[in-house]
């Protein structure tokens, strides 16, 4: 990933923000698990899993696994009060049918209409797409939490994605190390910066035009 | 116990029903699921050539992996590969084929084909020409939709908690996943087990797979690989 846990932590405590009382919330690999640390204790959400859990706990301590409880990841996760099982067609069916209010992922590159590239690197890196798909074509809200740049120091915010899309015009909104983007029908509108980050350094950063909304909330924690 | 539907047996005695070439349909979800002695026993009897139909390839060591990892299988039917590096590494040389399917779509594919019905209408990657090709299109109610074909496999091995001596299925926290799917859809099915009861001892409230699905049940002794976590 390349970024500093403090970042992370920040980016995570961003997204958190976005997540309101009673909604369900799938949450992507990376990044987006770090998401729960920074919820409010008395607020209820519902993660749901693809592999069949909805009302998803934290890790459980050292030595309390379950091996029959991981989420989509492999990893021993915990059952909140509330909290359910089913199968894997039940699991997308929740995603089809639009029950997921909100699916926080990563991400290659999105384009500055909301396309999300982040499944495949042709000829490199084709590990399939998953349930990427279905998240990210039917959750009702979709937010990417991505390094500003890649490895190369490339944009990872385009005007056109290079890579193959997992979907088009899906993504909602952007969270990177740098800034917060909105997206909406004419394209991005930065809403938020990142301290110590200013918009000379953002406009640098990005591959596409962006608008600037009108008061940008400065991220200070 | 009884054995009165004639379903209780014994690994040796189910892996006489597996041959080169088997179209094997498993389920699992990175391992969590999957049936440890069925695998090892694939292993064991030098089975070649599998195409293998499930939800992902798990881990080098784990699940399905160790099949995969063993090339003995020529064709992979899957939603996601990327825990398991030999499988891409196979793939990229040409000594597996893989096809993928997102993965509800994958999942729908497999209980169409364990209900009965040739296939599902889709609008899942609809736009995706790597989903799209060389599959029909259909519209309906004014809306393009992708028919994807069902998925049936000559023999589906499946993992659950509990059997009783008609096949009746309960399975065990995430570790259901695909698996009451996956029960449907072989024309065998094989079902390991952590434990087996008499009848009427299985809720008939909490019975996940009715035995009607299950042709053979089999005992397990758990997971005998190292998870990724531990």
Redesign the interface.
């Given at each position: 990933m390349g970024l500093g846990i403090e970042i992370r932590n920040k980016m995570a405590r961003r997204a958190a923000e976005e997540i309101q009382h009673g909604m369900v919330v799938n949450l992507g690999i990376g990044i987006p698990s770090l998401v729960p640390n920074h919820l409010p204790k008395d607020l209820l959400v519902m993660f749901h899993?693809?592999?069949?859990?909805t009302g998803m706990g934290p890790s459980p301590k050292k030595g309390e696994?379950?091996?029959?409880?991981?989420?989509?990841?492999?990893?021993?996760v915990t059952?909140n009060i509330g909290g359910s099982?089913?199968?894997?067609?039940i699991?997308?069916?929740m995603?089809?049918r639009g029950k997921v209010d909100m699916t926080i992922l990563g991400s290659l590159q999105v384009s500055e209409r909301g396309d999300l590239a982040n499944w495949i690197v042709p000829g490199k890196?084709?590990?399939?797409?998953?349930?990427a798909?279905?998240l990210a074509?039917?959750a009702k809200k979709v937010v990417v939490l991505m390094n500003h740049c890649d490895k190369q120091g490339n944009p990872k915010i385009v005007k056109e994605c290079t890579l193959?899309?997992?979907?088009?015009a899906c993504v909602d909104l952007i969270i990177t190390d740098l800034a917060v983007f909105q997206v909406n029908e004419t394209g991005l509108v930065l809403t938020e910066l990142f301290a110590p980050y200013d918009l000379a350094a953002i406009k640098e950063k990005t591959g596409c035009p962006f608008t600037v909304n009108g008061q940008v909330r400065n991220i200070a924690y | 116990m009884e054995n009165r539907f004639g379903k209780i047996t014994t690994i040796e005695k189910v892996m006489e029903l597996f041959h080169d070439g088997l179209v094997l349909m498993f389920g699992g979800?990175?391992?969590?699921?999957s049936p440890p002695a069925l695998i090892d026993g694939i292993l064991e009897k030098g089975i070649q050539g599998l195409t293998l139909i499930g939800?992902?390839t798990g881990?080098p060591h784990i699940g399905i992996g160790k099949i995969v990892s063993n090339e003995r299988a020529s064709k992979v039917i899957?939603?996601?590969?990327?825990?398991n590096p030999i499988a891409?590494k196979l793939?990229?040389e040409g000594k597996l084929e893989?096809e993928?399917s997102?993965?509800?779509?994958l999942?729908?594919r497999i209980?169409a084909g364990g209900v009965g019905l040739p296939g599902i209408l889709s609008?899942?990657?609809i736009?995706?020409e790597?989903?799209t090709r060389n599959k029909p299109q259909m519209t309906l109610n004014g809306k393009n939709y992708l028919i994807e074909t069902a998925l049936t496999a000559e023999i589906s091995i499946v993992y659950a908690?509990k059997a009783d001596e008609f096949g009746n299925l309960v399975?065990?926290?995430?570790?259901?996943?695909?698996?009451?799917?996956v029960a449907m859809a072989g024309d065998i099915t094989i079902a390991e087990v952590e434990e087996m009861v008499p009848l009427g001892h299985l809720n008939p409230e909490e019975i996940?797979t009715p035995g009607v699905f299950v042709d053979y049940i089999i005992p397990t002794k758990g997971?005998n690989w190292k998870?990724?976590?531990e």
């Open positions: 899993a693809e592999n069949g859990i696994e379950d091996e029959n409880l991981c989420n989509a990841g492999g990893f021993p059952l099982y089913c199968d894997s067609s699991a997308f069916g995603i089809r890196k084709v590990p399939g797409m998953g349930g798909m279905e074509q039917k193959p899309l997992t979907s088009a | 979800f990175g391992g969590v699921g939800n992902d881990f899957a939603s996601h590969i990327g825990s891409g793939m990229h893989v993928f997102p993965q509800g779509i999942v729908e209980r609008d899942i990657g736009g995706n790597i989903v908690k399975y065990d926290k995430s570790a259901r996943n695909t698996n009451p799917l996940i997971v998870w990724a976590w």
